[in-house]
């Protein structure tokens, strides 16, 4: 009954490959989000995609490219893999309104790049 | 006690007591701001929200007090117990056009409950 899953937890790479991370809330929410924490615990979104259009797009380099086959799936596909890309990676989405409401997150996906 | 340094600044209590978690945030359009606490190995987990219309605001055992005077909040924790023992981060909400937002993040404080 996982609300926000993210697989695979753990990715252990050589430098240049390329990698995809996926994501599936079953929460029925419209927006999802991926986020990066680095080595000093600094949280930074990276994308925000609604209903699968993209919305945010922090200045990330283009070798990362997110999909959003669905609403209920965001996931990260990752070209060239570069040291400085090793970090946690972080799903979440939350539900679009007139309120604003908390983004549930996943358990996050640890790469490591060699 | 705090300290801040090079690490992520860390707060140090005796289980029972209580335990406050300050954050200072950047945007006076901020509307919304949300706390999380995050685990080993997890995810952040959603605590407690306070919206900018109110400044107080009480759940279990946690109370969120947001000053948009000086762009503070705080998270107090009573009865601190080992469980407790995290990282907590406070969050902004900034909206834009659409109905949009986003969350920008603080720096992040671990809380270490000692028996």
């Known amino acids: 009954d996982t609300a926000v899953s993210q697989t695979p937890k753990y990715l252990v790479t050589q430098m240049g490959n390329d990698k995809s991370i996926k994501c599936e809330q079953n929460?029925?929410?419209?927006?999802m989000y991926w986020y990066k924490q680095d080595s000093k615990k600094f949280l930074k979104i990276m994308f925000s995609y609604n209903n699968k259009e993209l919305i945010i797009n922090e200045t990330v380099p283009n070798r990362f490219s997110p999909k959003s086959p669905d609403k209920a799936h965001l996931n990260l596909h990752i070209n060239s893999l570069e040291l400085g890309d090793s970090a946690v990676y972080f799903c979440a989405s939350s539900q679009r309104g007139t309120l604003n409401q908390p983004q549930h997150f996943g358990d996050g996906t640890r790469l490591s790049i060699l | 006690g705090e300290s801040v340094g090079l690490h992520l600044p860390t707060l140090s209590v005796q289980e029972g007591d209580n335990s406050i978690i300050n954050c200072a945030y950047s945007n006076s359009a901020s509307d919304y701001f949300i706390w999380y606490k995050q685990e080993s190995g997890k995810g952040p987990q959603f605590i407690i929200d306070i919206r900018s219309n109110m400044d107080k605001r009480q759940g279990q055992r946690v109370t969120v007090l947001l000053n948009k005077t000086v762009k503070h909040l705080s998270l107090q924790i009573a009865a601190t117990q080992p469980g407790d023992s995290a990282v907590y981060f406070c969050a902004e909400n900034v909206s834009f056009s659409g109905g949009y937002n986003k969350l920008i993040f603080g720096a992040g404080t671990r809380l270490a409950v000692h028996p």
């Open positions: 929460l029925g929410h419209d927006t």
